[in-house]
């Protein structure tokens, strides 16, 4: 349970450094370097945590009165603190795609539409991943189980979960309608478990109402600053409850397209029902206008960040998700009926929709690049990740992993009710799933031997890059007896820490040679109408042996990927130590709120950085005290953030320290449009106060300075990393090489930090904040951080602009 902690009655305001880890989580003993803390205020699933000694300010031990009072926000139960999260392995397309939207390059005024354009593709791209899982569900239970297996005697005999489905059973639920209405369950529930995660972390996450009030009319910055200093950011309420409802309707919607086809199929032929055909008719009108209703709610909003929106649209997310689930009860009842000499034979008819999909994902894809390419144009960046055009290189890479997963699930289940025949060539009892797939299987073979090949370029390039750092390292100890062993670990570490700046190029690469090979097995299955294997009969041997292999192997390729997703995310279900490497993967990946796909994983940063926005707030107006708050990794990330979200008067109050930050160097060049440099030359004109530290060792932290960017200097580094290089006085035994962690250790973190609250100037405190005000995260009087006037006076006991006080200039410094 949290405490209330109280300030001394006597003496200058207290000091208060707020530590934030980064990805995999840090526990607050860790963070404090004391195995005794207390939670003084949050939850089990974030909170802020103190040294015992600290709990009570006027308590403190005299030896600890000079030092800042040391707070730990944990924030790790975000992403990784509940073992059913490590299913969100699942959703990992979904998560892709979302990271695809906030990828567009930074753009000019007067692009809105392209603005808009790209806003709308990438949300096409999201619903097409949902149609994709849905469809490979369907493909799956209505398909091979209760269509081709059920329909073959040779099949179903060895099965005897499948002998009431059985048309050689003859029983009631053997008509093909029926066994096909019975197993739409299967991809009904489906669509509806991704329904209730989605609005129960909604509830948990977007709909948490905002503690900042919209930014002030007079402010003179208002219209001009960066996106995320807007009220609206981390509210993301009325959007994803829009996809939502969307969403789980155009999954309902492929179910029920799914039973229309093959029932309309048949009711067309000759001799068919009257009547059946008529409903046929209006079920596959109904469906298309649906469908477009859809995709209409899908594009026609946007995300709404100038202020905090807290509106529903309650007639899409009520009606749509109810009226698609009707209509496919509809089509359930119509497929059921009861038709004469229905038979199943073959693959069910609509299996043309993988190829069809694969199709409209290319097209997004190369609409999304030119899209981003027009922004691009107006604001060009050398630093953006493949000149801007990293969002489109994303969304394939979410087009391949949901191609992976659903792919891998319809071979895995075919291979494995095919049990007489052979793996991916569909000679069994059953014809196996749609040709398409089959040719996307079997490309995955020669995906990954180039991408082995440019592995191997990479590893030669570190290589290289190694040996150039040889010489320096050598110069780098003079008087000291060399080592060749450790020169070559720092100089290995120093060439692998660069293998970061290479991501983008490998990230391209890769999702060119995905779209070069998945055009060409749309291509090949269209053509030829039949699996690889059998395509090249006629053909010279080696061209039919290496169809045949590369068939076989890529139905076994695509099925382990899924196999392995399974087994990690039940490994992690049971030990800790996976469930918290797993984590990792959504510390990075749910940093941004769900804007394009709402079965996304939610976004921590809706809970985190409300959290220290209010505590920075709270603790400057009850106090008066100077503040640091101190980021390693991504927790620079969520600090920066969260000092966006302060009013001017607050910001002015608080100093910034980040360390082994991403915020340039991943965070700047894969989201230029949010931490490019324009907003970063933004954040520090604001922040008067903000050191970063860096090593070049480091393969995720950097510099965080923009080029161009005025005001004082902001990095110190690179750090020297290790410490010393052979054993001496201050190290008698040999130092570690500490890449991304322990920065703390560095003496430099000490004089920065210190540097950075004698920069701060004391504040008086607020009046009626006496002695016994709260400091514990909340204040005295009010319910919610004030918003304050920006010209305020300085009668009031509030801090004056750095630029007004003696002997100091804009930036805090002392100016003489």
């Known amino acids: 349970m949290g405490q209330t902690v109280t300030q001394p009655a006597e003496g200058p305001p207290p000091a208060l450094e707020l530590l934030v880890h980064g990805v995999g989580g840090t526990t607050p003993q860790e963070m404090l370097d004391d195995p005794s803390v207390v939670r003084v205020t949050g939850d089990g699933t974030a909170g802020i945590y103190r040294r015992r000694e600290d709990a009570d300010a006027e308590a403190r031990p005299e030896e600890y009165q000079d030092r800042p009072i040391a707070e730990a926000y944990s924030w790790c139960n975000l992403t990784s603190g509940n073992s059913a999260r490590a299913l969100w392995l699942v959703l990992l397309p979904f998560m892709v795609a979302n990271l695809a939207h906030w990828m567009r390059p930074a753009a000019t005024a007067g692009r809105t539409t392209a603005l808009r354009t790209y806003g709308v593709l990438v949300r096409l791209v999201s619903l097409s991943l949902t149609v994709l899982l849905v469809a490979a569900a369907c493909e799956v239970a209505l398909d091979l189980v209760a269509w081709q297996c059920a329909g073959s005697a040779d099949c179903a005999r060895d099965k005897s ?33 991704l329904w209730w995660l989605s609005h129960r972390t909604w509830s948990a996450y977007e709909s948490q109402p905002p503690v900042r009030r919209p930014v002030q009319e007079d402010d003179p910055d208002a219209g001009s600053r960066p996106a ?17 409802a969307a969403h ?4 309902f919607l492929t179910v029920a397209a799914a039973l229309a086809a093959a029932a309309t199929r048949f009711d067309r032929k000759p ?43 309650r007639a899409v997310v009520r009606f749509l998700p109810g009226a698609a689930l009707g209509v496919l009860g509809v089509a359930a009842l119509h497929a059921a009926w009861a038709r004469t000499g229905w038979t199943s034979n073959g693959l069910l008819p609509g299996d043309e929709t993988f190829g069809v999909l694969a199709l409209v994902q290319g097209t997004l894809v190369l609409a999304i690049a030119a899209t981003a390419w027009r922004l691009r144009s107006g604001a060009p960046d050398d630093r953006s990740a493949l000149r801007g055009l990293g969002g489109a290189a994303v969304a394939m890479l979410a087009f391949a992993l949901g191609g992976l997963m659903s792919g891998g699930v319809a071979q895995r289940v075919a291979d494995w009710l095919d049990d007489n025949g052979t793996p991916g060539m569909g000679d069994g009892p059953i014809d196996g799933p749609p040709v398409v797939l089959s040719w996307q299987a079997a490309v995955i073979p020669v995906l990954l031997l180039a991408l082995l090949v440019l592995a191997c370029w990479f590893v030669r390039r570190t290589w290289r890059s190694a040996r150039r750092e040889l010489p320096a390292i050598r110069a780098s100890h003079p008087g000291e007896p060399e080592d060749t062993s450790r020169t070559r670990r720092i100089a290995g570490t120093l060439a692998a820490a660069e293998l970061t700046d290479c991501a983008p190029w490998f990230v391209g690469t890769t999702a060119v040679i995905t779209l070069v090979l998945g055009g060409g097995a749309v291509l090949g299955a269209w053509t030829t109408g039949e699996v690889p294997g059998e395509a090249a009969e006629g053909a010279p041997a080696l061209i039919e042996a290496v169809a045949q292999t590369a068939q076989a192997l890529g139905s076994w390729l695509v099925g382990l990927v899924f196999i392995l997703l399974i087994t990690l995310g039940r490994r992690a279900y049971r030990d800790q130590g996976a469930r918290r490497t797993i984590g990792i993967l959504w510390d990075v990946g749910t940093f941004w709120p769900r804007a394009a796909h709402p079965f996304a994983p939610p976004c921590y940063a809706e809970r985190a950085v409300p959290d220290l926005s209010w505590r ?75 050191r970063n530290l860096w090593r070049r060792t480091d393969p995720i932290g950097g510099a965080v300075q923009p080029a161009g960017g005025d005001g004082p ?50 504040v008086p405190q607020q009046r009626g904040a006496g002695p016994g005000a709260s400091v514990s995260g909340a204040p ?20 004056p602009d750095p630029g007004d006080v003696p002997g100091q200039d804009g930036s805090g410094r002392s100016s003489g």
């Open 248 to 251: 789980t309707a155009a999954g």
């Open 616 to 690: 920075m707030a709270t603790w400057t107006e009850s106090t008066g005290g100077r503040l640091v708050i101190s980021g390693h990794s991504q927790g620079s990330v969520l600090a920066a953030a969260a000092v966006w979200q302060l009013d001017r008067r607050t910001r002015r109050r608080v100093a910034l320290l980040t360390y082994g930050s991403p915020l340039e160097r991943l965070y700047g060049r894969w989201f230029p449009a949010y931490f490019g440099p324009g907003p970063l030359r933004a954040l520090h004109r604001e922040v008067h106060c903000w």
């Open 780 to 799: 005295v009087a009010p319910e919610a951080p004030p918003t304050p006037d920006t010209d305020a006076a300085d009668d009031r006991g509030e801090a």
């Open 228 to 244: 995320l200093c807007l009220p609206g950011f981390w509210y993301g309420r009325r959007l994803v409850a829009r996809l939502r």
């Open 271 to 313: 001799g068919g029902s009257v009547w059946l055909d008529a409903v046929g008719w209006a079920l596959e009108v109904t469906l298309v206008a649906a469908g477009t209703f859809v995709v209409w709610v899908v594009c026609v909003r946007g995300r709404g960040e100038s202020e905090p929106d807290d509106r529903l649209d």
């Open 161 to 193: 979960w499948l002998g009431f489905l059985s048309a050689e059973h003859g029983g009631w639920w053997s008509l093909p309608g029926r066994r096909l209405a019975l197993a739409a369950v299967v991809p009904t529930a489906l669509t509806g478990l």
């Open 713 to 762: 200097q902001v990095d110190r580094g690179p750090l020297r990393d290790p410490l010393a290089y052979g054993r001496t006085a201050q190290h008698p035994l040999p130092a570690p090489i500490l890449g991304h962690s322990e920065y703390q250790a560095d003496p430099v973190f000490g004089e920065e930090r210190a540097g950075l609250l004698a920069r701060l100037p004391d």
